[in-house]
């Protein structure tokens, strides 16, 4: 079992910036795909990045060019920088990781979540 605890979220005008961090209970984040979804009031969860076990990062392509996906092994922490922020990126923001290294977007793929950090950002 694996858990994972964001942090890092809160209120910012539209063009401000968020880091999102993700603390892993164990060792995971060196040998498994780890990610970042979202939820927006009314919508579904939607993939929003992911960086394979080998550094391999993906992103939606809503959030190319503002957002980075990141880890850091020696922590067993993930990271989401977040920049140049949209009022249509407010959403509840899930840290997730799977059994396997490679970058994956189906939510169902995911094997643990954390509880969500909430992102909201004013126009």
């Known amino acids: 079992q694996v858990q994972l605890v964001e942090s890092g979220g809160g209120l910012v005008q539209a063009g401000g910036s968020l880091r999102l961090s993700c603390a892993a209970s164990r060792r995971t984040t060196s040998t498994n795909a780890m990610g970042w979804f979202r939820q927006a009031p009314g919508k579904e969860r939607e993939f929003v990045a992911a960086i394979s076990s080998g550094s391999t990062t993906y992103y939606t392509d809503s959030v190319k060019g503002r957002f980075t996906i990141s880890r850091d092994n020696t922590k067993n922490t993930l990271y989401l920088q977040m920049n140049s922020l949209k009022p249509e990126d407010t959403a509840v923001y899930y840290c997730?990781?799977?059994?396997?290294?490679?970058?994956?977007?189906?939510?169902?793929?995911?094997?643990?979540w954390g509880q969500g950090t909430q992102v909201t950002v004013s126009s």
């Open positions: 997730v990781c799977r059994v396997g290294s490679a970058v994956v977007t189906a939510p169902t793929l995911y094997n643990y």
